[in-house]
């Protein structure tokens, strides 16, 4: 995926026919994804669009040679950009970064997240088990702190991966989420896929900018053993009623507690 500098996209817009503007600027905004200001001379974009695609690129331009006016052809081109599927992930890093807080026991050190709600020993498990698979099956790929927690609001959703982006930083995940019903005996094998399928969203999206389950995501599963689909069939264990808590804590594979041990000893 082509990663845009506002320069790029100016350019672009310009060839398109959008010969008034200016300037191009990149805005991590949890809302606002677009706005035209200064006469029509500079627009401002949610920095989600730093990877949209030329039928994106082509609606702005229309957009903007319209002065944002009014009209059949800029309610369609409207609808392009708000509709174009990478947006949302970049509206969400936004949100989850304003609105996060502190969690130590999930985040890496210095990170903050969302609330989990995990019990320590939850906390240090799945800490435990991101470790182990970020050493055997990415190879170190991806950052040994990226935050990861437990959630008991999912419902459908068995877990996320959110991506976040600031221009001092470049592209970091902002943490990965796990539905809390998958540390309850019976979803050993759901619990293991769901990791590392966000795992492999983390990885595509920080090699690549991936953000679907497009090739690129599917060869990240294919690699590191994960169903390569982005749909989940597999009857899963469930909560009697979303307000029961969980605090299992599933058996830590063999080879998994010998490493632990081994970094006790070196921590």
Known sequence: MLELAPEDILAALKHRGARR???????????????????????????????????VLAAFAL??????????????AQRVVREWPGLRPGLEAARSAKH???HRGCAGPGESVAYCCGTPRQRAYIRALYRYLNETRFEGALPDDVP????SRMTSRLGHMTPGFTRQRGRFVVEIALNVDLMLEGNGFERLDTLLHEMAHAADYLTDGGLSHDEGWQ??????GCRAESRYERPVVRRRRRSDPVTRVPPLPPALRERMSLWRKTA
């Open 63 to 76: 957009i903007v040679k319209k002065g944002g006016r009014r009209c059949a052809e800029v309610s369609e």
């Open 100 to 102: 996060s807080l502190r």
């Open 219 to 224: 060869a990240w599963a294919r690699r590191v």
């Open 21 to 55: 503007l200016k300037r191009v600027a990149l805005r991590g905004n949890r809302s606002t994804i677009w706005s035209l200001t200064q006469g029509g001379t500079v627009l401002n974009l949610h920095e989600a669009y730093r990877f949209a695609p030329d039928a």
């Open 148 to 151: 990861v927690r437990l959630s």
